[in-house]
């Protein structure tokens, strides 16, 4: 240590230089803790817009949105139905660390009488991103079940 103090003393310019190099690796680095933390939340969702929440009103409305619901978690999940009640659809766990989404939907009851939401839930086991993503399956999800039309 006391060598760079000598070095320093005898070579001013040198030691701005090392202490410009410092602070210049400092400023590196709070960059770059600052960017991946302002980043961090829209990594996974870039180019998909977070769908408005599934409702539906008891009778034809419900049924026909549940019945859609199931019908693209058949087709589109990758994975074997585990669940299928009047209130969860759920699929069977992937094996191993596979990186499809696990879903399950549930119909739960909102405040208002006769209404109820549609959710998606969606998770990976694998320790990278699922293929397609948590919100590319839930757009797609929410698009299928949403785009019908109930006949007069």
Do not use: H
């Not at 408005?52 to 058949?74: F, M, S």
Request: glycine content about 8%.
């Amino acid at each position: 240590m006391g060598r760079l103090y000598l070095y320093i003393a005898q070579f001013p310019r040198a030691g701005r230089s090392l202490r410009r190099v410092r602070y210049l690796r400092l400023a590196l680095i709070a960059g770059v803790l600052f960017g991946a933390c302002s980043c961090s939340e829209l990594a996974g969702d870039l180019g998909v817009s977070k769908p408005e929440q599934i409702r539906c009103q008891v009778g034809p409305d419900c049924d026909l949105k549940w019945e859609r619901a199931y019908t693209w978690v058949v087709e589109s999940s990758g994975l074997k139905l585990k669940t299928k009640t009047d209130g969860l659809i759920k699929t069977a766990e992937s094996p191993g660390n596979d990186r499809t989404l696990v879903v399950i939907i549930t119909k739960n009851p909102t405040l208002q009488s006769g209404i109820y939401k549609i959710d998606f839930i969606g998770k990976c086991l694998s320790i990278w991103s699922c293929i397609p993503s948590d919100a590319e399956s839930r757009t797609s999800f929410a698009n299928f079940v949403s785009a019908y039309r109930c006949s007069p």
